[in-house]
């Protein structure tokens, strides 16, 4: 009985059917197990909350977030359900919601079980009846929703937090896409640069908002206006709060150097690639300040990686398989902020339980002689590995653009690689950009918080 309930209530919306159908039955068990039933042999229900993935505007080169969707959180009456496993919510707008009785008491919002003050759960789960079910639920006068457990502990939920936290598919979707705004938005060389200027993301909150959504659906934002000195990374740091050190500082130099520790600090080519997969945690984010730039040569040269491995997938799934379960040694050995020797295991391309591609980790300068895999099988790898790569260089998937004094790039290291084209080296540095790091993290930290004040403004 508990693998239907669970299996159901994870795959579908509680809607209308729900509130018939508990109307028409007398026992409450028999109803949830028909309601169901129903369900299962519905082959159309999911037609009835499909998620519309269209949150977003084009504008000028930059997204624009839609207000959100207000969602009636007025309750009718509140009941318990299949021997009190289930409380079940029904709305005014007519739209149930079931909650799990043992979900209820472990996120009790009392003062003993929840720390207000650090939106967290102070309830051990050694301390949890995973069998617990409510003893006697109802509405205050308030209307909101009252638990009675059998220990006689007592605990109340306001309407909008059941709302928000509803188990049916489309709330789950619809929460899920706001915390982690999933959509991307991909691209080939046909790539509408998204521009803003960098004074109004330090100082417009809307600005920084709009910076960071487009920077996650889009993967790369060009930030015009910046002073030509080294610091204006450290600026923006602040702004989403901190950068990420690494064996390279807090941030680094790029430019012509004698006995270079790293391929990009010379003059030559570099390939497409993502920095840092040496790294067991690859940084997410990458800033790059043009501070001075050649004449000729040293274009930057941008790909989607996700959008050229879902392009790959559909030309040869065998390679796309070799390359999402074949790990790869990478190796960085030198001194810079201090002295490193790294080594890490990465797959080309990761993909999540879905399928769906989260991350590209890929830098041929660091990719280590050691190969971990049997010899019948390397050729194989190498035969996948330059599919991809001749796929990134295609004409129609790169894009190509000169960075100026003042520039600053802002791109997903884990999704787009990048490049350079060669310069001519000179008695003097030619050409130098200051680069930083950043991870998801501290990004999507900030673009929730910047996402919630300016809401809460309108």
């Given at each position: 009985m508990w693998a239907t309930i669970a299996k159901y209530l994870l795959r579908t919306k509680v809607h209308k059917d729900f509130k018939d159908l508990l109307q028409t039955k007398v026992h409450k068990d028999y109803k949830v197990r028909t309601w169901l039933q129903v369900q299962k042999g519905n082959h159309n229900y999911r037609r009835h909350f499909s998620l519309s993935r269209r949150s977003w505007q084009q504008a000028s080169g930059i997204v624009q977030p839609v207000q959100a969707l207000t969602m009636s959180a007025a309750i009718q009456k509140v009941e318990t359900l299949e021997a009190n496993q289930f409380v079940c919510v029904h709305w005014e707008d007519g739209a149930e919601s079931l909650y799990p009785s043992v979900w209820l008491r472990d996120n009790c919002q009392c003062p003993a079980c929840f720390l207000h003050s650090a939106q967290a759960r102070k309830l051990p789960l050694?301390?949890?009846?995973?069998?617990?079910?409510?003893?006697?639920?109802?509405?205050?006068?308030?209307?909101?929703?009252?638990?009675?457990?059998?220990?006689?502990?007592?605990?109340?939920?306001?309407?909008?937090?059941?709302?928000?936290?509803?188990?049916?598919?489309?709330?789950?979707?619809?929460?899920?896409?706001?915390?982690?705004?999933?959509?991307?938005?991909?691209?080939?060389?046909d790539l509408q640069l998204p521009t803003m200027t960098f004074e109004e993301v330090l100082h417009s909150d809307e600005s920084a908002y709009k910076w960071l959504v487009t920077l996650k659906k889009v993967g790369i934002v060009l930030l015009t206006g910046a002073a030509s000195t080294q610091g204006e990374l450290l600026k923006l740091g602040q702004r989403l709060g901190f950068l990420r050190l690494t064996f390279y500082g807090p941030t680094w130099q790029v430019q012509d150097k004698v006995d270079a520790n790293n391929v990009a600090y010379t003059t030559e080519k570099l390939s497409f690639h993502t920095d840092y997969p040496v790294l067991q945690f690859p940084p997410g984010i990458q800033l790059l300040h043009c501070i001075k730039q050649t004449p000729t040569g040293g274009e930057s040269e941008v790909v989607d990686g996700f959008y050229v491995a879902n392009k790959l997938k559909e030309q040869n799934p065998q390679a796309f398989q070799i390359l999402t379960s074949t790990y790869v040694d990478f190796t960085d050995i030198g001194?810079?902020?201090?002295?490193?020797?790294?080594?890490?295991?990465?797959?080309?391309?990761?993909?999540?339980?879905?399928?769906?591609?989260?991350?590209?980790?890929?830098?041929?300068?660091?990719?280590?002689?050691?190969?971990?895999?049997?010899?019948?099988?390397?050729?194989?790898f190498y035969a996948a590995l330059k599919d991809y790569v001749d796929l990134l260089n295609s004409l129609d998937n790169k894009y190509t653009y000169k960075m100026k004094p003042g520039d600053v790039v802002v791109f997903d290291n884990w999704r787009l690689l990048h490049g350079r084209q060669s310069y001519q080296a000179g008695t003097e540095v030619s050409r130098h950009l200051e680069g930083a790091y950043a991870d998801w993290d501290v990004v999507m930290s900030r673009l929730r918080i910047l996402q919630k004040n300016i809401l809460s403004r309108k």
């Open positions: 050694e301390d949890l009846d995973v069998n617990v079910t409510a003893k006697d639920v109802g509405l205050t006068e308030t209307k909101k929703v009252y638990i009675i457990w059998p220990d006689d502990h007592s605990s109340e939920f306001e309407p909008a937090w059941l709302k928000k936290r509803c188990f049916s598919e489309h709330a789950r979707a619809k929460v899920q896409e706001k915390l982690f705004l999933s959509e991307c938005q991909f691209w080939g060389s001194v810079d902020y201090c002295d490193f020797f790294m080594q890490s295991k990465q797959r080309i391309i990761d993909v999540d339980e879905k399928g769906q591609v989260v991350r590209i980790n890929f830098n041929n300068a660091t990719r280590d002689t050691i190969f971990d895999i049997p010899a019948e099988n390397v050729k194989p």
